[in-house]
């Protein structure tokens, strides 16, 4: 695969990491959703599969180069060097937009997921009851999430290796939103926010010969807090493809309707017409973040009336769609060019 890569290939793959990091950071979005539009999830999966024991003995050899190629490693990278550039960058303008245009951007997202729904839909023709009942569940099981209350923060490190497991669900199976079951477990603000940042700020301290962090009991429990998690996360990368790619290669009807039904369910999550409540204090005021940003508890639905907002929100839903429709196409000609 990666001999047919043109250089504008490799450019694109790290632009769908950019996406793939961004819908992974927003509640309610799946990065898995990018890569099965994008025409890459396969790919993905099949690469993840690829970091097995065999994958280790070669790094533990020190046949570095074999271990690159036998995992794929160039795509791999593209893919991820893509998401880490777009947590630092692309996600923060995400986090800008949806706080001054949040009715507008949801739609975007709720057009993007009605898009994929036809996408993945379009192509399937397997129609029996075994994947009838799997939508129905799917989509059941999607709804459920979306509905859902939250948990309390809870900072202890088996569960938080819990967590980095679940996150990653989002970016192997698309439908399921890492950060919004974050949301639901209690600890996205933990997990994607204060951790990060206390990550960020020891780094700002080091390149600037500062070291007083060590001292500091709070900033050592989130950089293990935020190591633990690293760690479940790449856990879950691990487990997760290998128990797709082999679902996918022996039931792969079944699973494919259940996707379709995960991503159908996650449109409760992105219904663009809510108000978002924040959790609050018992004296009444907002519980606030380490950026100062009021922390989500969960969101409430309603059905919007017809005004100039609606209309626009409306003409962003067919954007999202349009936006869909435009990575379909650049994915089948790329598809056909290396065929």
């Given at each position: 695969m990666?001999?047919?890569?043109t250089?504008?290939d490799?450019l694109?793959?790290?632009?769908?990491?950019l996406?793939?990091?961004?819908?992974?950071?927003?509640p309610?979005?799946?990065?898995?959703?990018?890569?099965?539009?994008?025409?890459f999830?396969?790919?993905?999966?099949?690469?993840?599969?690829k970091?097995?024991r065999?994958a280790?003995?070669?790094?533990?050899?020190?046949?570095?180069?074999?271990?690159y190629n036998?995992?794929?490693?160039r795509?791999?990278s593209?893919?991820?060097?893509?998401?880490v550039?777009?947590?630092?960058?692309?996600?923060?303008?995400?986090?800008?937009?949806?706080?001054?245009?949040?009715?507008?951007?949801?739609?975007?997202?709720?057009?993007?997921?009605?898009?994929?729904?036809?996408?993945?839909?379009?192509d399937f023709?397997?129609?029996?009851?075994?994947?009838?009942?799997?939508?129905?569940?799917g989509?059941?099981i999607?709804?459920?999430?979306?509905?859902?209350?939250?948990?309390k923060?809870?900072?202890?490190?088996?569960f938080?290796?819990?967590?980095?497991?679940?996150?990653?669900?989002?970016?192997?199976?698309p439908?399921?939103?890492?950060?919004?079951?974050?949301?639901l477990?209690?600890?996205?603000?933990?997990?994607?926010?204060?951790?990060?940042?206390?990550?960020?700020?020891?780094?700002?301290?080091v390149?600037?010969?500062?070291f007083?962090?060590?001292?500091?009991?709070?900033?050592i429990?989130?950089?293990?807090?935020?190591?633990?998690?690293?760690?479940?996360?790449v856990?879950?990368l691990?487990?997760?493809?290998?128990?797709?790619?082999?679902?996918?290669?022996?039931?792969?009807?079944?699973?494919?309707?259940?996707i379709?039904?995960?991503i159908?369910?996650?449109?409760?999550?992105v219904?663009?017409?809510?108000?978002?409540i924040?959790?609050l204090?018992?004296d009444g005021?907002?519980?606030?973040?380490?950026?100062?940003?009021?922390?989500?508890?969960?969101?409430?639905?309603?059905?919007?009336?017809?005004?100039?907002?609606?209309y626009?929100?409306?003409a962003?839903?067919?954007?999202g769609?349009?936006?869909?429709?435009?990575?379909?196409?650049?994915?089948?000609?790329t598809?056909?060019?290396?065929?």
């Open positions: 990666e001999s047919t890569r250089l504008k490799k694109f793959l790290i632009l769908k990491g996406g793939m990091g961004a819908a992974n950071k927003v309610g979005i799946s990065g898995g959703v990018v890569a099965f539009v994008a025409g999830y396969e790919e993905f999966i099949y690469s993840l599969r970091v097995n065999k280790f003995k070669l790094l533990i050899n020190g046949r570095f180069k074999s271990f036998y995992i794929n490693g795509f791999l593209l893919l991820f060097f893509g998401m550039v777009s947590y630092f960058s692309v996600s923060k303008v995400l986090d800008y937009f949806i706080k001054h245009y949040e009715l507008y951007i949801w739609s975007v997202f709720f057009g993007m997921i009605i898009g994929s729904i036809y996408y993945i839909n379009k023709r397997d129609w029996n009851y075994k994947t009838y009942t799997s939508l129905a569940l989509i059941l999607g709804l459920s999430i979306s509905f859902l209350n939250p948990a923060e809870n900072d202890n490190l088996w938080v290796f819990f967590c980095g497991i679940i996150s990653v669900s989002g970016m192997t199976l439908g399921f939103s890492g950060s919004f079951i974050l949301i477990l209690g600890n996205y603000v933990l997990l994607l926010v204060d951790s990060v940042n206390a990550l960020f700020d020891t780094f700002y301290e390149f600037g010969g500062n007083t962090f060590i001292n500091n009991s709070e900033r429990r989130m950089l293990k807090v935020l190591a633990v998690f690293t760690l479940g996360s856990t879950g691990v487990t997760f493809s290998h128990m797709l790619s082999y679902i996918l290669k022996h039931y792969k009807s079944i699973t494919l309707s259940a379709i039904g995960f159908v369910g996650s449109l409760g999550v219904w663009p017409w809510k108000n978002t924040y959790k204090k018992e005021t907002h519980i606030l973040d380490s950026t100062g940003t009021k922390v989500v508890l969960n969101y409430e639905r309603y059905v919007p009336k017809l005004n100039s907002d609606t626009y929100a409306i962003f839903i067919f954007l769609i349009a936006i869909v429709l435009a990575l379909e196409y650049y994915g089948q000609k598809k056909k060019i290396n065929e």
